[in-house]
């Protein structure tokens, strides 16, 4: 058979736009679909009120409302294998910028556009929590079938052509790393000076963020200019790295990466023998298209994956596409400090400590996590996150408390290990359609409750921090309930496993039961780590990329 292309790759962002690069340097005609746009910096703006960090207005990186979704709240997750039995009203249908709706952005580049850019490798633990701590019930907690060490190469291949500063010597949790990053870390901020010395009191070891930006010129884009819209926005220089301005541009220079803007995947479709994929059916506008391809790459994000695999009817024949979504439950403390601390320097963050990742085993506690410094909060959201308790929400007296205290107030807070739960899942809805008459992802479950055990843990560690470090008063509480923590950093609903019915790709993100159909997101994670995950993205879209090469 003849194939339009050699590969198609669904989605461009972090994953998907690494693949594709890679596959698109090495010779192979590449076709890669993206359902957002590819706007400017002037397109993405800096509306204060509408951004991917403060979404209640809307938000400046996409999806648009024609790709809503249906929430279940906790409350009604029981219902969730029988949607057909609930009442109206238990579910609610929820637009991209809505709570509940667990947005990624959707433009090329993906979230990487728009990002924080935090590039952590995940801790050696982090690949085998089930061995390391036993299977909390009710969980679907388990080991990877890859470890540390056959990632750590990728990890160094992300790091350098991604572009990342940091200093491996500081990184005290990670064995020794082969080459430094290619670029050092940012200057040390105000807040990240205070809180050095709040860690040393404390007799913490601390730790330059690595960041997927331009500490110094590098790979011809310019040096990060310290502006006060980072995450959230794009970069008015190009000094935040993502896939959109290193591989797919790389792969675009060699003239086989093809890029189609606006396309919404539908289906991916299998030759009469049901084990291998000939090609993908999408939309462009309300034109569908089928093209075909030797091979087929899923990157649309773990929420968006699943809901293909499962409107293709691949890889879930042990009902686990859709299941163990996770994300990261976020915890720390805010704090008012008596001078001040805001020096207005970007992106903000600069320090964190990675004391308490493992090892809290002497206080029952499965995981851990990383806690580090805020990034620069633009006024409004400080206003909206970092309100003390009995300030009014509105008038003067609101005004003036933040005119007062904006540049005296700071946060430490950090993801946690996600305990994983089979019931925290993606289905497709049976009764609410998109634009194009595709039902759409529902969303139901939590994260496990050992998760918020854990996240207790480092709140007080959190609080513990910042009393060092000089606070005057410090406010927030430790999360209490368990919730669906699949936003921002989604993951592990295609989970690599060995055996075929405890996930769905294997080590090499091929799905099982299926020859040329493969997942390059951070669905495959199994467990989602205490640190951001898109650098193990990132490593793991490198290595997938080597496989599709010399499968061999």
């Known amino acids: 058979m003849k194939f339009d292309y050699d590969l198609i790759v669904i989605g461009s962002g972090a994953g998907g736009g690494v693949v594709a690069g890679v596959l698109a340097e090495a010779g192979q005609r590449v076709l890669l679909l993206e359902r957002g746009g590819e706007p400017s910096f002037a397109e993405v703006g800096r509306d204060h009120l509408r951004n991917q960090r403060l979404s209640h207005y809307g938000h400046n990186a996409g999806p648009d409302a024609n790709h809503p979704r249906v929430y279940l709240p906790p409350a009604h997750s029981s219902l969730a294998a029988d949607p057909l039995r609930l009442r109206e009203g238990d579910a609610k249908m929820v637009e991209p910028w809505d709570g509940g709706y667990h947005a990624n952005a959707a433009i090329v580049g993906g979230g990487t556009r728009v990002y924080g850019a935090q590039a952590w490798r995940f801790h050696p633990l982090d690949f085998k929590m089930a061995s390391t701590y036993g299977i909390p019930e009710g969980s679907s907690l ?4 890859i470890d540390y060490q056959e990632l750590a190469p990728f990890y160094e291949q992300a790091e350098h052509e991604i572009g990342v500063c940091g200093q491996a010597s500081a990184m005290f949790h990670l064995p020794e ?25 404390l007799g913490w070891r601390t730790l330059p963020v690595p960041l997927a930006i331009n500490s110094t010129e590098y790979l011809g884009r310019p040096a990060c200019t310290r502006c006060q819209h980072c995450v959230g926005f794009a970069c008015p220089v190009d000094a935040k790295n993502g896939s959109q301005n290193t591989l797919i541009t790389r792969g675009k220079l060699t003239g086989r990466l093809f890029l189609q803007t606006g396309a919404m995947a539908s289906k991916i479709e299998l030759e009469p023998n049901g084990k291998r994929a000939s090609g993908v059916t999408y939309f462009v506008g309300d034109e569908a298209k089928t093209t075909t391809a030797e091979q087929i790459v899923v990157a649309a994000g773990a929420i968006e994956s699943a809901r293909l695999l499962q409107l293709s009817g691949i890889g879930n024949q042990n009902d686990q596409v859709g299941r163990h979504l996770q994300g990261h439950v976020y915890v720390g403390a805010t704090a008012l400090f008596p001078n001040e601390i805001w020096d207005g320097l970007g992106p903000g963050v600069s320090t964190a400590t990675t004391e308490w990742s493992h090892g809290n085993q002497s206080a029952g506690i499965i995981g851990g996590g990383m806690l580090a410094d805020e990034f620069i909060l633009l006024p409004i959201i400080a206003w909206k996150r970092y309100r003390a308790p009995g300030v009014p929400t509105w008038g003067k007296e609101a005004k003036d408390w933040l005119r007062n205290h904006y540049r005296h107030l700071s946060d430490i807070k950090g993801p946690v290990q996600d305990i994983p739960s089979p019931d925290a899942r993606v289905t497709l809805d049976p009764r609410v359609k998109d634009r194009w008459g595709l039902p759409v992802a529902r969303l139901s479950g939590t994260t496990h409750p050992e998760t918020i055990r854990t996240g207790q843990f480092m709140q007080k560690k959190a609080v513990e921090w910042l009393q060092a470090s000089g606070a005057k008063q410090i406010w927030g509480s430790p999360p209490t309930t368990p919730y669906l923590s699949g936003g921002q950093h989604q993951a592990g609903t295609c989970r690599m496993s060995d055996d075929p019915s405890a996930g769905v790709v294997d080590r090499n993100g091929r799905v099982h039961g299926f020859e040329n159909v493969f997942v390059g997101d951070g669905s495959v994670h199994v467990t989602n780590g205490g640190f951001n995950p898109v650098l193990t993205i990132f490593a793991l879209a490198f290595r997938l990329g080597a496989f599709l090469t010399h499968p061999g």
């Open 142 to 145: 388990a080991d990877w079938p």
């Open 177 to 201: 790393y082969r080459r430094d990053y290619p670029m050092p870390p940012m200057a040390l901020t105000k807040q990240g000076a205070t809180y050095r010395k709040g860690a040393e009191a």
